[in-house]
């Protein structure tokens, strides 16, 4: 985020989680349990936090391995067309 950890408050993390800036509320969440491990709160929202943006990699990984393979198909087509128009 760039600011400094002055601001980095509970009710800092809640806003930009408020604001789908998931990343950085969990940066402040880190923080904050860094300094106070025991707060179940912090806990419960990091552990949150870690499971969305981890199941927006996956979606997001799937979304491109998807798009991966989709070009190879098109490669091997062209491929086969530039083939067949050798052989013409």
């Given at each position: 985020m760039?600011e400094t950890?002055?601001?980095?408050?509970?009710?800092m993390?809640?806003?930009?989680?408020?604001?789908?800036?998931d990343?950085?509320?969990?940066?402040?969440?880190?923080?904050?349990?860094?300094?106070?491990?025991?707060?179940?709160?912090?806990?419960?929202a990091?552990?949150?936090l870690?499971a969305?943006?981890?199941?927006?990699?996956?979606?997001?990984?799937?979304?491109?391995?998807?798009?991966?393979?989709?070009?190879?198909?098109?490669?091997?087509?062209?491929?086969?067309?530039?083939q067949?128009?050798?052989?013409?």
């Amino acid at each position: 985020m760039g600011e400094t950890p002055s601001i980095y408050t509970a009710t800092m993390a809640r806003v930009l989680e408020d604001q789908g800036k998931d990343t950085e509320a969990l940066e402040i969440y880190r923080h904050l349990l860094s300094i106070e491990p025991d707060r179940s709160d912090l806990l419960s929202a990091r552990n949150r936090l870690d499971a969305r943006l981890g199941l927006t990699s996956r979606k997001r990984l799937i979304g491109l391995f998807e798009e991966w393979i989709d070009l190879l198909l098109i490669q091997d087509r062209i491929r086969m067309l530039k083939q067949l128009h050798l052989n013409e």
